[in-house]
Nanobody, 126 residues
Framework: QVQLVESGGGLVQAGDSLRLSCAPSGRAFSVYTKGWFRQAPGKEREFVAAISWRGSITYYADSVKGRFTISRDNAKDTVYLQMNSLKPEDTAVYYC???????????????????WGQGTQVTVSS
């Protein structure tokens, strides 16, 4: 079964940093667009960031722009989300996603991603 596996979540204080990682278990996704989403309790899942397969194009939600950085290492088939200056409102389950066709931008925000991870919890205390 195709699977993406996230890691790096945890409990931190406001202002701290965390780096999430996502790697596949099974098939390779090195040429796929990759993204991060999050879902807070009682809220719908929302787009966070996306990166093109070469890593040359990135796109961010306004709420994380300037604080979060998405990057990828295709040799390791891994996508990262560096989260700095974390706020309590960043508390959520973070999911990575991969898709062969969606491009970073509006399509990534609104589109249906083909592959998803199981999520990793990020909790930011005030």
């Amino acid at each position: 079964q195709v699977q993406l596996v996230e890691s790096g979540g945890g409990l931190v204080q406001a202002g701290d940093s965390l780096r999430l990682s996502c790697a596949p278990s099974g098939r390779a996704f090195s040429v796929y667009t990759k993204g991060w989403f999050r879902q807070a309790p009682g809220k719908e899942r929302e787009f966070v960031a996306a990166i093109s397969w070469r890593g040359s194009i990135t796109y961010y939600a306004d709420s994380v722009k300037g604080r979060f950085t998405i990057s990828r290492d295709n040799a390791k088939d891994t996508v990262y989300l560096q989260m700095n200056s974390l706020k309590p409102e960043d508390t959520a389950v973070y999911y990575c996603a991969a898709d062969p066709f969606l491009a970073p931008g509006g399509a990534a925000v609104r589109g249906i991603w083909k592959y998803w991870g199981q999520g990793t919890q990020v909790t930011v205390s005030s």
